[in-house]
């Protein structure tokens, strides 16, 4: 064990065409679900092809964490940050707990703190595992090998394989239990200055936010567009009120009540395909 | 009790952005990104909604609702204009443009190169407006003073206070 994180298993997983390199703390047997073609886990992700992608367990709210958890796996499986493509968690908290509150969320400053350690784990158990392979392929000793950017390359001899070319056959060797991790002395990514990685999907449009998740039959609930047209069904304004709704309002505590005030345009309550029909209901009544 | 504000009234939007025509009734044509839909929407759905709910074009985004944000800026021919107030009927025959195609024109490409250049985006949920808005006043003005620039983007507001940087990247652009 290294670190002082509970990381108990190091696992592998092959989904589909996808080998997965996972490095949680959940049970081996749980681990064991994940491996059926449809499942999906763990943080390092290569295609045949040579996709790298990169799991990416805490939110981008802008505040960079895709740049700087890229950074921390691709530093250890020795990729650039521009070979790799960040894909978000899907919700798994076994996976992807936040180390520190042992839940699957985003915030206070701790993504860092808590992910230091396990990314740059699960980057070097991957890194050498497909060393590993390669020199299994090869049928030389692993520590002749060296891994640069996204590829192994044999020393002596200037062999190269690129870890798509390896990614399967890595993906059956025992996972390393204590996977060395680079000294700070040797990293080309972590503490220098990067371009930011999401980037070029937000300046095209093509990035992903909540509001923009589909999920096949989901319906949209509108609501009352209070801001614009009245202060809200049965909503007195704040000096009008009696008794307890009062109180709670002019002393400002909070309201157990959810905010009623207007999210997604013309509608009033209900639910629809899309974001303008719930709005049938205002005038048509409810 | 009345309203804090007037009621918004779609119809006098539409007129103030030279956007007012009779609504078409029925499945509606719109050319959006140099294609053209055909679409069954609502008679006042807003073009916001035709654009993420019917066509999928999500890189357009919903910020307020009531043409205060900008984040739903898209292009009606080469204008900027808020598309969660203009109701899709009132589109007609003119060209939509979206964040999606913006760098098909060559004003939207500089826009976008200079944002990646001066790392502007943080969230970035706004920016999709913000780069409309670029675009237009550097299509429009390819070398605006400051004065110009801040009046262009005036209507659209970034809770990440990227101004700034916004600022910057269009100055960049600018031909001066």
């Known amino acids: ?286 | 009790m009345s309203p804090p504000f007037p009621p918004f009234d779609d119809r006098a939007i539409a007129q103030k952005v030279g956007l007012a025509e009779d609504p078409a009734r029925g499945a509606l044509s719109l050319k959006i990104n140099g294609r053209t839909y055909s679409v069954e929407a609502p008679d006042d759905m807003p073009l916001l909604w035709v654009l993420r709910d019917l066509l999928n074009l999500k890189g357009t985004k919903f910020g307020c609702g009531i043409a205060q944000c900008g984040a739903c800026t898209v292009h009606v021919d080469g204008r900027p204009v808020r598309s969660c107030m203009l109701p899709a009927a009132n589109v007609g025959s003119r060209e939509v443009t979206t964040i999606e195609a913006i760098a098909q024109k060559e004003s939207g490409r500089r826009i976008q190169a200079a944002w990646l250049e001066l790392e502007v985006v943080q969230c970035g949920y706004c920016q999709s407006g913000q780069i409309m808005s670029a675009a237009a006043l550097i299509a429009r003005n390819p070398s605006p003073d400051d004065a110009e620039i801040d009046a262009a983007m005036a209507g659209n507001i970034c809770r990440c206070a990227t101004y700034a940087r916004i600022r910057a990247a269009i100055k960049s652009v600018s031909r001066r």
């Open chain 1, 1 to 286: 064990m290294t670190g002082h994180l509970s990381i108990s298993r190091r696992q592998l997983i092959v989904g589909g065409l996808m080998v997965t390199f996972a490095c949680s703390a959940r049970s081996r047997a749980a681990t064991s679900e994940a491996t059926s073609p449809s499942a999906i886990g763990g943080f390092v992700r290569i295609s045949r092809e040579g996709g790298i992608s990169l799991v990416m367990p805490s939110v981008e709210m802008g505040q960079g964490i895709y740049t700087a958890e890229a950074a921390l796996l691709a530093e250890e499986l020795d990729v650039r940050l521009d070979q790799i493509v960040a894909i978000a968690a899907p919700p798994d908290a076994s996976l992807y707990a936040q180390p520190l509150f042992k839940a699957q969320m985003t915030g206070g400053s701790t993504s860092i703190r808590g992910f230091w350690t396990p990314l740059r784990q699960a980057g070097a158990a991957a890194r050498s595992m497909l060393v590993a392979a390669a020199a299994q392929a090869w049928g030389v000793h692993p520590d002749e090998c060296f891994a640069k950017e996204g590829t192994i390359v044999h020393s002596s001899t200037g062999r190269v394989l690129t870890y798509g070319e390896v990614a399967e056959s890595a993906a059956t060797l025992p996972i390393p239990e204590d996977p060395k991790l680079k000294s700070p002395g040797d990293f080309r990514i972590i503490g220098k200055s990067q371009r930011r990685i999401d980037t070029p999907t937000k300046v095209n449009g093509s990035a992903v936010y909540g509001i923009d998740v589909a999920v096949d039959g989901m319906k949209t609930i509108g609501r009352r567009n209070r801001c614009a047209e009245d202060p809200g069904r049965n909503r007195r304004p704040a000096h009008r009120r009696r008794g307890r709704s009062r109180r709670r309002t002019l002393l400002g505590r909070p309201r157990r009540r959810r905010s009623t005030e207007c999210r997604l345009g013309s509608g009033s309550e209900g639910k629809a395909d899309h974001c303008v029909d719930p709005g049938r209901g205002r005038e048509g009544g409810r």
